[in-house]
């Protein structure tokens, strides 16, 4: 079994500032861990993911985030925020190997103030 | 370019009625998932798919069907609408990527329905 915590419901940031989202997992196995981004009125869609190999792991828009297995966590940053990151962000996990289901945190609304 | 997509975009229907959400994918994935999206609760499974003639219940599927007749569509039923079904349903579809299930997930762009 999985699961997921999103720490904070609600992180605000100035525009230019670092983004920190946090993310924490549990997992029996070796994970798989994802973060996705949803803006207003859309679906989902991915961000980055952690399967195997390097655990600092680069995706779109200058975001990244680093697999640490003896913290179990995979928190999400960036180094200056913009105005356009402003959205609801989702981390995941899902099992190497296993279900095709990942389980999802709750989410975090990250809000950018000019 | 693969994509997959969801109709309507916009529903309002009435208490009791039957209603079905189109979802369709053209990534040639055998996994498809609904989900439902409210405030505070975030993403809930409500049913999911492995292949054609495959169906599994989520942890909300009280309520909610799916067929899956062929790769491309899982199309969701509610047999007798609620007002506390009242939701944004997302569908999503997930496969292979490089012989390995990633698990990776392609999300549609959303329907939002509304049960008066």
């Known amino acids: 079994a999985q699961s997921v915590t999103q720490l904070g419901s609600h992180v605000s940031v100035s525009e230019g500032a670092l983004v920190l989202l946090r993310c924490n997992y549990s997992s029996s196995v070796p994970p798989y861990l994802f973060w996705y981004v949803q803006y207003p009125n859309q679906g989902l869609q991915l961000l980055l993911k952690y399967t195997t190999g390097a655990t600092l792991v680069k995706g779109i828009n200058g975001f990244e985030a680093e697999f640490k297995k003896s913290e179990t966590s995979f928190h999400l940053t960036k180094p200056s925020a913009h105005m356009s990151d402003a959205a609801e962000y989702f981390c995941a996990v899902s099992l190497s190997g296993g279900s095709y289901i990942p389980t999802f945190g709750r989410g975090t609304s990250l809000i950018v103030h000019p | 370019d693969a994509e997959i997509t969801q109709s309507p975009r916009h529903k309002i229907t009435e208490t009791g009625r039957q209603v079905t959400l189109a979802c369709h994918q053209t990534?040639?994935?055998?996994?498809m998932f609904w989900y439902r999206q409210d405030l505070g609760h975030g993403l809930r499974l409500i049913h999911y798919s492995y292949g054609v003639q495959d169906t599994n219940k989520g942890e909300v599927s009280d309520g909610y069907s799916v067929s899956r007749s062929n790769t491309e569509d899982l199309p969701l039923t509610l047999e007798s609408a609620a007002s506390s079904q009242t939701s944004v349903y997302f569908c999503a579809s997930s496969g292979l990527a490089g012989g390995l299930a990633i698990n990776e997930q392609f999300f549609g762009p959303g329907t939002r329905l509304t049960v008066l």
């Open positions: 990534w040639n994935h055998n996994n």
